[in-house]
């Protein structure tokens, strides 16, 4: 298992669901720790605080996430993609966001 204080040279910036990641630009993430979508390559770090829970993937391998999903303690979410624009920038645009069922 593994918590936010293991993760030696990742230093995201916590994040909740209402969070703009305008400007964040590129996430290295360098040590993977969970498969998430089961082809046998770890892809997936988990980072979070007492409020909210970040879950960074790198669908493509190439040491940058391109999914982002946060989670508050409240049950709100959103979901984050990097894209990559034709004139050379990158950005982090929102895909979903919501309320999780339950209580
Ligand atoms: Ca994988
Ligand atoms: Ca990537």
Do not use: C, I
């Amino acid at each position: 298992m593994v918590t936010s204080g293991d993760l030696p040279g990742l230093e995201l910036p916590s994040f909740d669901a209402h969070s703009d990641l305008d400007g964040l630009g590129a996430v290295e993430l360098p040590h993977p720790t969970q498969d998430l979508d089961g082809d046998g390559l770890l892809d997936t770090v988990t980072t979070g605080t007492d409020h909210a829970m970040q879950v960074w993937t790198d669908l493509d391998h190439d040491g940058f996430a391109d999914h982002m999903t946060v989670v508050d303690s409240g049950g709100d979410y959103s979901a984050w993609e990097f894209h990559h624009n034709p004139d050379g920038t990158t950005a982090w645009v929102r895909t979903d966001e919501g309320h999780l069922g339950g209580k």
